[in-house]
T-cell receptor, first 116, second 112 residues
Framework: KQEVTQIPAALSVPEGENLVLNCSFT??????LQWFRQDPGKGLTSLLL?????REQTSGRLNASLDKSSGRSTLYIAASQPGDSATYLC???????????????FGKGTLLTVNP | GAGVSQTPSNKVTEKGKYVELRCDPI?????LYWYRQSLGQGPEFLIY????????DSGLPNDRFFAVRPEGSVSTLKIQRTERGDSAVYLC??????????FGEGSRLTVL
């Protein structure tokens, strides 16, 4: 059974800092990995999707890396801003033996607070 | 609409009542997912549809929970004889097959 762990559970940084959020997963046979952002009381917003054949994806100040063999992904946020404050969730998609199950398994998230 | 739409956004009900939650996916997305999220937790998988059929319902907690997607678009999650432990945010997402998931804002269910 796939398990996804996110460290740290919470992180508080001053504005302008670069930071890294970590995600690890127990089964490396993944199809892709997706990072989401969730604001309080809201749904999930997709940030980056990394296919299993890729090493990283970039969008603006965000960079996500994937090391499938070691079961790890990181989300790097450059020059953090107070508006980046939210919960960041990592989710991995694994194919079952029949190749037809595209279920995502989520971590519990990292609560990020960027202080002005 | 452009995004995934979920109704109602909030539902308060009494223990033992029947509840329906609706999800309207992004047009053209064949895959539809239901997840449940409790406070401080990541979303927990409930059921996945590919087209009209439930390809994986292994996450439904018991037989009080049921979901349908009769025409391969809108889906309804049905909960019978609600219990206080069913209180959570129910999230719906859609995608192309194995593609990027897009989530709705969720339906917050409170069972008194």
């Amino acid at each position: 059974k796939q398990e996804v762990t996110q460290i740290p559970a919470a992180l508080s940084v001053p504005e302008g800092e670069n930071l890294v959020l970590n995600c690890s997963f127990t089964d490396s046979a993944i199809y892709n990995l997706q990072w989401f952002r969730q604001d309080p009381g809201k749904g999930l917003t997709s940030l980056l999707l990394i296919q299993s054949s890729q090493r990283e994806q970039t969008s603006g100040r965000l960079n996500a890396s994937l090391d499938k063999s070691s079961g790890r992904s990181t989300l790097y946020i450059a020059a953090s801003q107070p508006g980046d404050s939210a919960t960041y969730l990592c989710a991995v998609r694994r194919l079952d033996s029949g190749g037809s199950n595209y279920k995502l398994t989520f971590g519990k998230g990292t609560l990020l607070t960027v202080n002005p | 609409g452009a995004g995934v739409s979920q109704t109602p956004s909030n539902k308060v009900t009494e223990k033992g009542k029947y509840v329906e939650l609706r999800c309207d996916p992004i047009s053209g997305h064949t895959a539809l997912y239901w997840y449940r999220q409790s406070l401080g937790q990541g979303p927990e998988f409930l059921i996945y549809f590919q087209g009209t059929g439930a390809a994986d319902d292994s996450g439904l907690p018991n037989d009080r929970f049921f979901a349908v997607r009769p025409e391969g678009s809108v889906s309804t999650l049905k909960i019978q004889r609600t219990e206080r432990g069913d209180s959570a945010v129910y999230l719906c997402a859609s995608s192309f097959v194995a593609g990027e998931l897009f989530f709705g804002e969720g339906s917050r269910l409170t069972v008194l």
